[in-house]
């Protein structure tokens, strides 16, 4: 049996290397460690070694594997397909925008905003809309994402704090950290 040529192995390190990021060496000092790769998916750092480390996590990484299956996930889950409107709904990505950017819901009812949206012939979704069947629609489907980046991940850092409202009401928000990304 013919030797094994590098070639094919060394093309296969480089299809397992494009999904890290190469941190160098720390070549002195208190904290001196040789070269290391970083997850560019979930963020995962080990010791610079394909065989016995990169590789074995990018078969295991479960946020690689979801971005990889996403459409496969929503296809095959006939549940998800069928509660909700195609992302691409105009109203859908209006709502997102608005709780992503923390807009205040009754915002963009004002004269010069209505004025704007009949401009552009779009209506976008009243507050109550907001707060009610897109808000629940929007955190059904984001709850399943936000569980496997949970899941998958090594740590999660939990961040909590707590104020009055302007009618005093008292709230106390929680959210937590993943590879410093908030997700709350
Ligand atoms: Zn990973």
């Not at 208190?30 to 979930?42: F, T």
């Not at 690689?64 to 990505?93: C, G, H, M, T």
């Not at 010069?112 to 779009?122: P, Q, R």
């Not at 998958?152 to 009618?167: K, Y």
Request: proline residues 8%; glycine residues 2%; positive net charge.
């Amino acid at each position: 049996m013919p030797p094994r040529t590098n070639a094919s192995s060394s093309t296969a390190d480089r299809d397992i290397k494009r999904h890290f990021d190469k941190i160098p060496a720390v070549l002195s000092g208190p904290h001196k460690a040789g070269p290391r790769m970083k997850c560019k998916w979930c963020g995962d750092e080990a010791s610079e070694n394909v065989t016995l480390y990169q590789r074995p996590h990018i078969l295991r990484c479960a946020v690689y594997k979801l971005e990889k299956e996403k459409k496969v996930i929503v296809n095959n889950q006939p549940s998800i397909r069928n509660a909700f409107k195609p992302l691409d709904d105009p109203k859908d990505l209006f709502a997102m925008a608005v709780y992503t950017s923390t807009a205040n819901f009754s915002l963009f009812e004002t004269p010069e905003w209505k004025a704007f949206f009949t401009k552009i012939g779009f209506k976008p979704p009243n507050r109550n809309q907001l707060a009610g069947p897109l808000l629940i629609q929007t955190y059904e489907k984001l709850k399943p994402q936000v569980l496997e980046i949970a899941t998958a991940a090594n740590h999660i850092q939990i961040v909590s704090d707590a104020l009055n409202t302007i009618n005093k009401k008292k709230v106390e928000n929680v959210s937590f950290l993943i590879n410093n990304i908030s997700y709350y």
